[in-house]
């Protein structure tokens, strides 16, 4: 009877990771923003530790409040405030704090996003989270408090190694296109390229070089931010060569057809989509499937307009 019982039961489990993956599958053969981003958050819910749960989340949450998506997006940041104070402050945990960060900055909460931002003592996720804080307080017009968190992320920044230092750079260019500085714009995200380049990453120089290209062109450089997502293409067809960054290639796809969609290069946008979308049942990470799967609705969401 135990063993016709846990026969039972071992079917059932197949039967529903079958209804599970043919959700997935009928979302990505013809995806929408809706199928796109509800598979992200229910990967995000997979994620097994409460960190890696938040910081999937957090990441949906950014995708929707930047495609509109306030209802939704508020949902789920009252469930990322539940489970982030119980998080142990290690530092893969603060690096998920940095994306809550974010995610509370994009939804115009400037002063839980500041009180989780000093929280974080990891060098590169506070630079991440003041640059991310910055570029909000930009948007909402706290030009004093987003120059503070400039200055903050900068200082972290040097003393960084390059491939991270270039991250956060980066971002601090998105910043300053935010703030209207074109001039300090340019020659941040210049800054961030050469550090990356400096370096034997790809992942993190697709990431800089793509992150660049949405601060030049949010500062008016079309060409040069052209030229950035050119590099950052060419940079993802070598990585495509190499047998040991096959595991980043979603990374990296994601980052350019962010970029691509943010600076309105809609058709290329569209066709790096469908790359990513064929590598995304791939990924065994629910961590990074879910973040995959959020950047891939923003896509969606952006050139779909």
């Not at 290690?90 to 940095?98: G, N, W």
């Not at 997502?229 to 979603?250: F, K, N, W």
């Not at 790359?275 to 990074?288: A, D, F, G, H, K």
């Given at each position: 009877?135990?063993k016709?019982v846990?026969?039972?039961?071992f079917?059932?489990?197949?039967?529903?990771?079958a209804?599970?993956?043919s959700e997935l599958?009928?979302c990505?053969s013809?995806?929408?923003?809706?199928?796109?981003?509800d598979?992200?958050?229910?990967a995000?819910n997979?994620?097994?530790?409460?960190d890696l749960?938040t910081?999937?989340?957090a990441?949906?949450v950014?995708v929707?409040?930047a495609?509109?998506?306030?209802e939704a997006?508020?949902?789920q940041?009252?469930?990322?405030t539940e489970?982030?104070?119980s998080?142990?402050?290690s530092?893969?945990s603060?690096?998920?704090l940095a994306?809550?960060v974010?995610?509370?900055?994009?939804m115009?909460e400037?002063?839980r996003?500041?009180?989780y931002a000093?929280?974080?003592?990891?060098r590169?996720?506070?630079?991440?989270?003041?640059a991310?804080?910055?570029d909000?307080q930009?948007?909402?017009g706290?030009?004093t408090g987003?120059?503070?968190?400039?200055?903050r992320?900068?200082?972290l920044?040097?003393?960084?190694?390059?491939g991270?230092?270039s991250?956060?750079?980066s971002r601090i260019?998105?910043?300053?296109?935010?703030?209207g500085d074109?001039?300090?714009?340019?020659?941040?995200?210049?800054?961030a390229?050469?550090?990356a380049m400096?370096q034997?990453s790809?992942v993190?120089?697709v990431?800089a070089?793509?992150t660049?290209?949405e601060?030049l062109?949010?500062?008016g450089?079309?060409?040069?931010?052209?030229d950035y997502?050119?590099?950052a293409s060419?940079?993802?067809?070598a990585?495509?060569?190499?047998?040991?960054?096959?595991?980043?290639i979603g990374n990296?796809?994601?980052?350019?057809a962010?970029a691509?969609a943010?600076t309105?290069?809609t058709?290329?946008?569209?066709l790096?989509?469908?790359?990513?979308?064929?590598v995304?049942?791939?990924?065994?990470?629910?961590?990074?499937r879910?973040?995959?799967?959020?950047a891939a609705a923003?896509v969606?969401?952006?050139?779909?307009?």
């Amino acid at each position: 009877m135990r063993k016709a019982v846990w026969i039972g039961v071992f079917a059932l489990s197949l039967g529903l990771s079958a209804c599970f993956h043919s959700e997935l599958d009928a979302c990505l053969s013809e995806p929408t923003y809706d199928c796109l981003i509800d598979e992200a958050v229910k990967a995000a819910n997979d994620a097994g530790s409460k960190d890696l749960r938040t910081g999937a989340l957090a990441y949906a949450v950014r995708v929707m409040a930047a495609t509109g998506d306030r209802e939704a997006a508020g949902t789920q940041l009252a469930a990322i405030t539940e489970l982030v104070d119980s998080i142990p402050a290690s530092d893969p945990s603060q690096r998920m704090l940095a994306l809550v960060v974010r995610a509370n900055a994009m939804m115009d909460e400037l002063d839980r996003a500041t009180t989780y931002a000093a929280r974080i003592k990891d060098r590169y996720s506070a630079g991440l989270a003041h640059a991310w804080l910055a570029d909000n307080q930009f948007r909402l017009g706290d030009q004093t408090g987003a120059r503070q968190s400039v200055d903050r992320a900068l200082l972290l920044a040097s003393n960084m190694e390059a491939g991270t230092r270039s991250a956060v750079l980066s971002r601090i260019a998105v910043a300053e296109a935010t703030a209207g500085d074109r001039r300090r714009a340019l020659g941040t995200a210049a800054v961030a390229k050469e550090a990356a380049m400096s370096q034997g990453s790809l992942v993190r120089r697709v990431a800089a070089l793509a992150t660049g290209a949405e601060a030049l062109a949010g500062a008016g450089y079309r060409r040069e931010s052209l030229d950035y997502l050119q590099a950052a293409s060419d940079t993802l067809e070598a990585m495509q060569r190499e047998p040991g960054e096959s595991r980043y290639i979603g990374n990296a796809l994601s980052f350019i057809a962010v970029a691509q969609a943010e600076t309105g290069e809609t058709a290329a946008a569209r066709l790096t989509l469908g790359e990513l979308v064929e590598v995304i049942p791939e990924e065994r990470s629910p961590l990074r499937r879910s973040m995959l799967l959020a950047a891939a609705a923003l896509v969606q969401a952006r050139t779909a307009q």
